[in-house]
């Protein structure tokens, strides 16, 4: 992992969601980008995993080969990166896309494993963090099942991943239980409205 300077950063609005596989996020990251009263631009990932069937390059993820990874990360192009799951999967928040979303005058939002959203804390301590958890593992285990993307192989180090991230959970500036979508959504609106509200009073 690697971390860069606080100061790079400072000036910028970052809203991190993490939170176990199954955990609902990428459902309620599409919601936040459409429904948020706060213009947010959406950091999209690289990472050395193979695409799914319904992903798509520089949308979903950059898919890049473990060898560009590795360059991109020796050139310091990421704000994090990470392996994740154990799986020899490298993923990584590019500074790049964080610089589109100060571009556009935007929060940046990022989904990022627990790992990584320990190094935005460190790089970006203003970073707003949300940790999204489903209320038991038995609902943990029905999503990742109903996705069917994965083998119970992968689900279960999934599992067992998502048993480690809870472990940090506190080091999140919020918790928001995604039982219900809608009231999911609405909390992470209005923790961010409320946000930037104290900013522009300041
Ligand atoms: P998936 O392979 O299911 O798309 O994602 C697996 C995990 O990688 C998820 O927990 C997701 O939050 C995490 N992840 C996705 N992008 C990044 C990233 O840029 N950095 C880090 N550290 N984790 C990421």
Redesign the pocket.
């Known amino acids: 992992m690697n971390d860069s300077s606080t100061a790079e950063f400072a000036d910028m609005r970052f809203v991190v969601l ?1 939170g176990p ?1 199954g955990s609902g ?1 990428t459902t309620i990251v599409q919601r936040l980008l459409e429904c948020s009263p706060v213009k947010l631009v959406k950091s999209v ?1 690289a ?1 050395t ?1 193979p695409p799914r069937k319904t992903e798509r390059d520089g949308e979903d993820y950059y898919f890049l080969s473990a060898a560009d990874f590795a360059a991109r990360r020796a050139a310091g192009d990421f704000l ?3 392996e ?2 154990a799986t020899g999967n490298w ?3 590019l500074k790049s896309e964080v610089e589109r979303a100060r571009r556009l005058g935007a929060w940046a939002l990022l ?3 627990v ?2 959203a320990l190094a935005v804390m460190r790089t970006a301590p203003q970073a707003l963090t949300i940790f999204l958890r489903a209320s038991s593992e038995a609902d943990y285990a029905a999503r990742l099942r109903h996705r069917g993307t994965d083998s119970e192989e992968v689900i279960q180090r999934r599992l067992a991943n998502a048993r480690k991230e809870l472990e940090y959970s506190d080091c999140y500036k919020f918790q928001v239980v995604n039982d219900d979508l809608d009231h999911a959504v609405e909390e992470i609106v209005n923790i961010i409205s409320s946000r930037e509200a104290e900013i522009h009073a300041r």
């Open positions: 993490s596989s996020k990932s990472t995993r994090e990166c990470a994740v799951h993923y990584g928040t989904e990022i494993d790992q990584g």
